[in-house]
């Protein structure tokens, strides 16, 4: 008697490396996840910005800002011909002399500075407010709680602790409520909390 394992689709399937899901799915956006992981499916084969928008439905420039997301991150690498998830590390050899090994010294990385995060442009922001039903929710909530429409600018910040930073909406909420509370429900008050809180 011949006994086999039924793997139907799991007969096919592909790696996703451990730091997505330990390091990034707080802060990446749903675009930014959907390139990824269309990325390290279709890792052999040649892939442009407009190729993987025409599939995704999204447009080359969200599939460029994803693969730079991606990229700062280690996880993939631009090549001429193309995008491909980031090449691990080759192993050292293991030292099998008994000389003594003089340790290098390893040079010091220079300091990075972290840039200030961009607000997303009024286009991004409507195809956003378009697709994400939670988002249009919370800036509802948002101006209920500041008790006056949202400037363009407003609206982008928001958008920018949501998507960009992955903030969920309580806390976006819960931080307005509180500087609300203070008298200090504004923009520049959520875009540097340190004064405000201090």
């Known amino acids: 008697m011949s006994i086999q394992i039924n793997l139907g689709q799991w007969k096919s399937v592909f790696a996703v490396p451990s730091s997505v899901v330990d390091q990034h799915i707080k802060i990446a956006s749903e675009s930014q996840l959907k390139v990824l992981l269309y990325l390290l499916r ?12 025409d599939t995704l439905r999204l447009s080359a420039e969200e599939v460029q800002n994803a693969v730079d997301f991606w990229i700062e991150r280690d996880l993939l690498t631009q090549q001429n011909d193309g995008l491909a998830p980031a090449s691990a590390p080759q192993p050292q050899p293991a030292v099998t002399t008994t000389q003594p090994v003089i340790a290098e010294e390893v040079p010091k990385k220079p300091r990075t500075t972290i840039s200030r995060a961009q607000r ?20 509802d909530d948002v101006q209920r709680i500041l008790n006056k429409p949202l400037s363009p ?46």
Do not use: W
């Open 42 to 53: 279709h890792s052999d084969e040649n892939n442009s910005a407009e190729q993987i928008g």
């Open 120 to 139: 997303p442009d009024p286009m991004f922001v409507s195809k956003l407010l378009q697709e994400n039903k939670i988002l249009a929710d919370l800036l």
């Open 153 to 198: 600018g407003d609206t982008a910040t928001i958008v920018m602790l949501y998507d960009s930073f992955g903030l969920p909406c309580e806390v976006i909420l819960m931080l307005l409520t509180y500087l609300e509370e203070i008298g200090s429900a504004n923009m520049r008050a959520i875009e540097r909390p340190h004064e405000s809180f201090a």
